[in-house]
């Protein structure tokens, strides 16, 4: 089941939540009587960042606390995590995460931390599609099967960015390149900026960027979308293919976000955030400035979270060994 298909089961995830909430309320009825601090294990001004502020302002109004949100960024988001990983598993403490906390498992050595026995699920978040895109001015592409045509003509000529060694936009490439049988050379930069700039002046060939700073090129005329990596067309992009409509059947990447709590945290108090963020995700106010970064809304119950992890751990770790990806 594709990430996008998750947003089906909301109704449900929320009446679990909520009955659970209830059942456990008189023990817990507390919580949370403090401000609790939301970790962006990245920089600020990304989409992580965007959708943590978006959905603890309106979580804030639910619980009656401030949620603070605190960017510590660095590492590949290793060193937010191993700061939430060691904090008090008492809810008011927790992290956003994305495909790092299923791919840094096989791209690091060693963690100083377990993705799955130092944390405890909440709930998956939104997905943000990645797009492939191209220098309209200077590169002739514009579907899949012209990328596809161009590599196999060609092979190891053409480039594509990314935003570092196993980032979304890299792991996109991989699995392109794998699943299309064709040789296309990865160029890693320092964030997705400076890679961006590279693909704006025509240095690299491609980009799987995500849709939240690739649409405002694409917009202006600069950059050809091709194609996204999602199982589902972006309501962002809804003109653009699939990579499998496009040609590469079986493809998917959805760059996911999720939140987590220390592992050993009450259940009732990890019940209680997924009941807010699950109520946030579907508020208007709060999907229409999702949207605005190209980020659709998910919402599950923390058992589905934790399922989702499993699988994503195990298909991004095979391709990771496929492919010998390293951090450095």
Known sequence: ????????????????????LFAAAPAHAAYPDRPIRWVVPFP?????????RTL??????????????????????????????????????LIIVANGMAVNPALYGKLSYDPVKDFAPVSLLAVVPNVLVANKAKNPARTVADVIAAAKAKPGKYTYASAGNGTSIHL????????????????????????MTDLLGGQVDY?????????????SGKLTPIAVTTSKRSSALPNVPTMAEAGVPGYELSPWF??????????????????????????????????????????????????????????????IR??????D
């Open 1 to 20: 089941m594709s990430l996008l298909q998750w947003s089906a089961r909301v109704p449900a995830a929320l009446a679990l939540s909520a009955s659970l």
């Open 44 to 52: 600020a001004g990304g989409a992580m960042d965007n959708i943590a």
């Open 56 to 93: 603890g302002e309106e979580m804030s109004r639910t619980l009656g606390q401030a949620i603070v949100v605190e960017n510590r960024p660095g590492a590949g988001g290793n060193i937010g995590a191993e700061m939430v990983a060691r904090a008090p598993a008492d809810g008011y403490t």
């Open 172 to 195: 996109a490439g991989e699995l392109f390149t794998s699943m299309a049988h064709v040789d296309l050379l990865h160029i890693p930069y320092k964030g997705s900026g400076p890679a």
């Open 207 to 219: 980009m799987f960027d995500s849709i939240t700073s690739a649409k405002p090129h694409i917009d």
């Open 258 to 319: 999720a939140a987590f709590v220390p592992a050993r945290t009450p259940q009732p108090v990890v019940d209680t955030l997924n009941k807010a963020m699950v109520e946030a995700l579907k508020k208007p106010a709060v999907q229409q400035r999702l949207a605005g970064i190209g980020a659709e809304p998910i919402g599950s119950t923390p058992a589905q979270l934790k399922e989702h992890l499993a699988r994503e751990t195990a298909k991004w770790g095979a391709l």
């Open 322 to 327: 496929e492919r010998g990806i390293h951090a």
